[in-house]
């Protein structure tokens, strides 16, 4: 599967983005789906993930309550709605897909990922 990211730029504190994520292919509904950062001299993290049906969502406790995954899979996409953003969520964003049932919090276990999408919070 072909993932491809977009929806980043430039907000102020506080402000909103929605983040996309589109995969090619016919077979969308058979992977889980995850959005992970990495910000300058930071290792990847792990930001939120929907199982494939939709049913079970995770998120990282720092984004719980401010970010909100969902799936549309009739158009094979993912999103991430970010509100009340903060300068220390400013990053990159990567939306991956795993067809595997582990973990999916674990970044290794995503082996197909999307281009990138630069989120830059401003204080």
């Known amino acids: 599967v072909q993932l491809q990211a977009s929806g980043g730029g430039l907000v102020q504190a506080g402000g909103s983005l929605r983040l996309s994520c589109t995969a090619s292919g016919r077979t969308f509904i058979s992977y889980d789906m995850g959005w992970f950062c990495q910000a300058p001299g930071k290792e990847r993290e792990f930001v939120a993930a929907?199982?494939?049906?939709?049913?079970?969502?995770v998120y990282a406790d720092s984004v719980k309550g401010r970010f909100t995954i969902s799936r549309d899979n009739a158009k094979s996409t993912v999103y991430l709605q970010m509100n009340s953003l903060k300068p220390e969520d400013t990053a990159v964003y990567y939306c991956?897909?795993?067809?595997?049932?582990?973990?999916?919090?674990?970044?290794?276990?995503?082996?197909?990922w999307g281009q990138g999408t630069l989120v830059t919070v401003s204080s």
């Open positions: 929907i199982s494939r049906g939709g049913g079970t969502t």
């Open positions: 991956a897909a795993k067809a595997s049932v582990y973990n999916m919090r674990d970044w290794t276990q995503y082996p197909n």
